[in-house]
């Protein structure tokens, strides 16, 4: 196969996506609850 | 949480966290020698591989991997309903997306105990990461699991922080220093500042978004394991949404059984009333039906089709060794459906027959589970080599006499279900999970006793091992579920508190539905 589809079919790269696409997620997950905890608190209080 | 906002909490929401009662402790330990039992099965099997289990060729997944796409089905409950009824704005949700987003963690969490079961060197799934390919859909389910177990993990998370905040900050001074810790980690400083509050509702409908596509992503990929093979009755293209749909409806149903339970245990009758079984009720009869119909649609084409490899699995199934489980499940949906119903049919004319009462429910009861035990028994190998196997004949009488007794048991219990909606709407759940799990069985394993590939036909007989992983994978869930209740309140506390806040906002949006004439006259009637 000499097409680009190749890539599909190199051992270890699929598993080289699915930690990537879960590393990603969980940064975002993360990000999410940082940007929640960082909110100023009021300013009359 | 903002001082100026806080709020006196019901001590009822507190009383699971801050008292433990003896039977909690039977429980628990109950449980935990159930897994422990399970544990030991599992360094057995460990040691002495996977011969131990009943597992052979061409059979290579067994009860093993029913149970996990049991359990990735039971994780739908939590997330997929309470986002669902999140981003529909439902208020009626707020004491139940606790005790479902719970569901969600542990029995993804149980499900993956399942895999690592079923592999018996689970060091290899390293193998997964290191030479995984594209094309394999075990990659797409892993990378499915894993976003979405810390997609749920987070979506639980969330709404427990102003919880663990007010956990922090209310709980008496003599409660252990490990759990006061364990708060104050958790609460992450939160402070409850309005751009705070509001940061966290933007983040939880972000999540609640999100967290469907991936839900239903799950199922799918799981379904697409089997379906994406060659083997009869696993290549449909109408199994991903088939998986979905009995997901979700065994989701439902463990809900409903959590929430029963959690209900009677804590006295939470207040927060967990009638309606919100009722609502979740009907919502189980919609996927009732919706199931019912996929089956149909599914065993129908296979039938009509009459493809000599197909139909070997559909015999199999429908007339033969597996046609106990296979009409097991469907008697068991069907029960679960009348059951539901009943409610909301008119009241028949009042019958006083003998077989309406109590007493009568507990003999044909206790006669129909000892038909049942006796019927079960032939299926073990030890029954035959003691000579205590019956004759065609006979079992076929016990057949007949089975169906009579849970006939009768079922006419002497429906009218009692028809009048406790709860209970009603818990037996129907017993029995939906039931019916679910003798479903993901009835797929997973008939398909390969009878594989396209020139095999002999396979015979799968589970062994102790596997029984006792199963059981404890079981006890697993309700143990972890009971810890979780005994650490963190199982109904939101500060979306309950909210609640009376977001009354004037349904009350506007009711009136929107209609035209303004009629709006305003009801405005003036409400206000007189």
Redesign the interface.
């Known amino acids: 196969m000499e097409s680009w589809t190749r890539?599909?079919?190199?051992?270890?790269?699929?598993?080289?996506?699915?930690?990537s696409?879960?590393t990603v997620?969980?940064l975002f997950?993360g990000s999410?609850?940082a940007?929640?905890?960082r909110?100023?608190?009021?300013r009359d209080? | 949480m903002n001082k100026r906002e806080t709020r006196a909490v019901d001590p009822l929401l507190l009383a699971p966290i801050l008292r433990t009662r003896l039977g909690y402790w039977l429980v628990v330990t109950a449980l935990s020698a159930v897994v422990a039992w399970g544990l030991y099965a599992w360094v057995h099997q460990l040691r002495e591989g996977l011969g131990v289990t009943g597992m052979n060729r061409p059979i290579y997944w067994g009860l093993y991997i029913s149970n996990f796409v049991f359990f990735i089905g039971i994780s739908h409950a939590g997330t997929l309903i309470s986002a669902i009824l999140r981003v529909a704005g439902a208020e009626w949700r707020r004491p139940i997306t606790r005790a479902a987003e719970a569901i969600t963690v542990f029995a993804l969490a149980l499900a993956l105990t399942q895999i690592f079961a079923d592999m018996g060197r689970p060091d290899r799934l390293l193998n997964l990461i290191l030479r995984g390919r594209f094309q394999s859909p075990l990659l797409w389910d892993i990378t499915s699991v894993g976003m979405y177990i810390t997609g749920s993990i987070t979506y639980l998370y969330l709404p427990l922080i102003p919880d663990l905040a007010i956990l922090r900050d209310q709980l008496p001074a003599t409660t252990p220093a490990w759990r006061q810790w364990l708060y104050r980690t958790l609460a992450l400083g939160w402070h409850g500042g309005s751009e705070q509050r509001r940061r966290l509702e933007k983040a939880i409908t972000i999540m609640a978004i999100l967290i469907i596509p991936l839900a239903i992503s799950v199922h799918t990929v799981v379904s697409w394991i089997f379906g994406m093979t060659l083997q009869p009755m696993w290549h449909s293209t109408i199994f991903g949404p088939y998986f979905v749909i009995g997901a979700i409806y065994s989701g439902i149903a463990t809900i409903l059984i959590a929430m029963a339970v959690i209900r009677k245990a804590f006295h939470l009758e207040g927060y967990l009333k009638p309606l919100h079984f009722r609502y979740l009720g009907l919502l189980l009869i919609t996927f009732n039906a919706l199931w019912f119909y996929f089956t149909f649609a599914e065993y129908l084409t296979t039938g009509y089709g009459g493809v000599p490899h197909e139909m070997a699995v559909f015999n199999t199934k429908l007339r033969g060794e597996y046609q106990i489980v296979f009409w097991g499940m469907v008697a068991a949906m069907a029960a679960a459906f009348v059951v539901l119903l009943l409610p909301h049919l008119p009241a028949p004319r009042r019958m006083r027959l003998p077989a309406f009462r109590p007493r009568y429910a507990l003999a044909t009861g206790v006669a129909a589970l000892a038909v049942a035990i006796v019927m079960f028994s032939q299926a073990a190998p030890v029954t035959a080599q003691v000579g205590l196997a019956l004759t065609p004949t006979v079992s076929q009488r016990l057949l007949w006499l089975l169906g009579i007794l849970l006939a009768l048991f079922a006419a002497s219990v429906l009218p009692a279900l028809r009048r406790n909606i709860i209970a009603g709407t818990v037996v129907a759940s017993l029995l939906v999970d039931l019916g679910m799990w003798l479903e993901r069985f009835t797929i997973v394993v008939p398909t390969e006793t009878r594989p396209m590939l020139l095999y002999s036909i396979g015979i799968y007989r589970p062994t102790w091992v596997e029984w006792s992983i199963t059981a404890a994978a079981l006890a697993g869930f309700v143990l972890i579920y009971a810890l979780f209740v005994k650490l963190f309140p199982i109904i939101s506390i500060w979306e309950v508190q909210e609640a009376p806040e977001a009354i004037p906002a349904t009350v506007e949006r009711l009136r929107s539905y209609l035209p303004e004439t009629v709006a305003s006259s009801g405005a003036s009637e409400g206000g007189s």
């Open positions: 890539i599909l079919t190199v051992p270890g790269m699929g598993g080289s996506f699915m930690l696409a879960i997620w969980v997950l999410l609850v940007w929640i905890i909110a100023p608190r009021d209080w």
